[in-house]
């Protein structure tokens, strides 16, 4: 997991990304235990509570789950949960925008496509 200082981005936003990144990317499996708040803030140099808001987001969406003494794990499921998440955000934050761009510039849904097969 990579955590930017100097990105515009919060931290805790990154912590969660990441946690989710490593999921996706298989380094986390479900039902496997994530890192500490302590951790994060001594591998990563960020305020443990900086770190908790990013977990305790994931804890909200059902992506990890507390056992109580022992720590934070993945729920089972998760992956595809943020799969979904993402998806929906990638429909929004991309395709939308760039559905409107191309109407402003005359372009066909069917030349997207086009473009879309060449590459």
Known sequence: MKINLDDG???YLQVAEGIEDDILDGYIEEGAQVM???QFASVYGINPATAGKGINMLVDEE???KKRGIGM??????????KQKRRKLFFNEY???MLKEAEKLDI???EIIEMLKEK
């Open 95 to 97: 395709v939308i925008s």
């Open 9 to 11: 981005k919060p931290i």
């Open 63 to 65: 992506i990890l789950f």
């Open 108 to 110: 066909t849904k069917e």
């Open 73 to 82: 794990f993945v729920r089972d499921g998760a992956k595809e949960q943020i």
């Open 36 to 38: 500490s708040t302590n």
